[in-house]
């Protein structure tokens, strides 16, 4: 076993393919493939599973993974100490649902590093994504909610796939509008009155259901609907087509203050935020900063936060 092959197989984690892995590493696939089989024989496990759709950790693999970046942490160490070697890069990746107090906690994240070097990933994603990228390591950290409705499916998953939640906080559920939406001068509203005005949702794939649903409520019939990918596009048509969207209320500035605005909904469900991790990794320091800037987020919005 060398630190080059311990190197070979994060960067294929970072990358989540060998072909990319190839590329940033400029050697050969079939020389890294090489080099990972032969690391794989030594071991006597299997690292990565291989299918047409591409790889994936092992659980064996992923356990493996652990301790390879705690050896060339050390490793890196060690050369800064005697070689002057520039220490290894900053490194943290998180994949989220789409909420602006993660994003809001990520740049507090970088700002609060003096480190000339870093290489730091967020990503806005479905769903199922976000628990696959956590369970194969390609994300320190998932941000997602649990519901009454999707707690025993989501919970399920979780744990088949080794993960862990721990709760954030609890919010009320609130809908982002227009503050030309004729709804917009009432205290609270109903999905009643919002049966007339577009009903925007983020898109969950093909394989999506309701239990990965970014909303936590939704209108049993909606004759018009809009299914989005992105945050920006979900803000232009609330503006522009006087839809709605179910959210947690959370406005961190990111929003056209003069033109969008919060109004809680009238329920009794609410939406319980969470972070999720690989139960059998460690976290970075960057992502143990990461989660001390996002429960300060969160609180300075007012939410309390529950404890570990």
């Not at 220490?87 to 989220?96: A, D, E, I, M, Y």
């Not at 107090?101 to 740049?107: Q, T, W």
């Not at 209320?249 to 690989?278: A, F």
Request: net charge negative.
């Amino acid at each position: 076993m060398t630190l080059l092959q311990l190197r070979y197989i994060v960067k294929i984690v970072e990358c989540g393919s060998m072909n990319e892995a190839s590329h940033a590493l400029y050697v050969s696939q079939p020389a890294l493939s090489s080099s990972v089989k032969e690391l794989e024989n030594e071991l006597g496990i299997e690292i990565f599973t291989r299918s047409s759709q591409g790889i994936a950790l092992t659980v064996d693999g992923a356990e493996f993974l652990t301790y390879a970046r705690q050896v060339l942490d050390q490793a890196d160490l060690l050369e800064e100490r005697y070689k002057n070697a520039k220490p290894r890069k900053q490194l943290c990746s998180v994949s989220t649902q789409h909420y602006m107090f993660a994003v809001e906690a990520f740049v507090e994240m970088i700002n609060s590093f003096k480190s000339d070097e870093y290489e730091f990933t967020i990503r806005e994603t479905r769903t199922k994504d976000i628990i696959n990228q956590v369970a194969n390591m390609r994300s320190e950290i998932g941000i997602l909610y649990l519901s009454d409705y999707n707690t025993h499916v989501i919970g399920k998953m979780l744990r088949e796939k080794h993960l862990e939640f721990h709760p954030l906080f609890r919010a009320p559920l609130h809908v982002f509008i227009s503050k030309d939406n004729p709804l917009s001068m009432k205290k609270k509203v109903t999905m009643d009155d919002l049966k007339p005005f577009p009903f925007i949702q983020y898109e969950q794939g093909e394989e999506g259901s309701f239990f990965f649903a970014e909303e936590a409520v939704w209108p049993e019939y909606s004759p018009k609907q809009i299914n989005v990918t992105d945050r920006a596009t979900i803000l232009n048509f609330i503006i522009g087509l006087n839809g709605y969207t179910v959210c947690t209320g959370i406005d961190n500035g990111d929003l056209n203050n003069e033109k969008i605005m919060t109004i809680p909904l009238d329920t009794d469900e609410t939406m319980l935020l969470g972070w999720i991790t690989n139960e059998r990794a460690k976290l970075s320091k960057a992502a143990q900063t990461y989660l001390d800037k996002l429960k300060g987020v969160i609180a300075n919005h007012g939410y309390t936060i529950i404890s570990d």
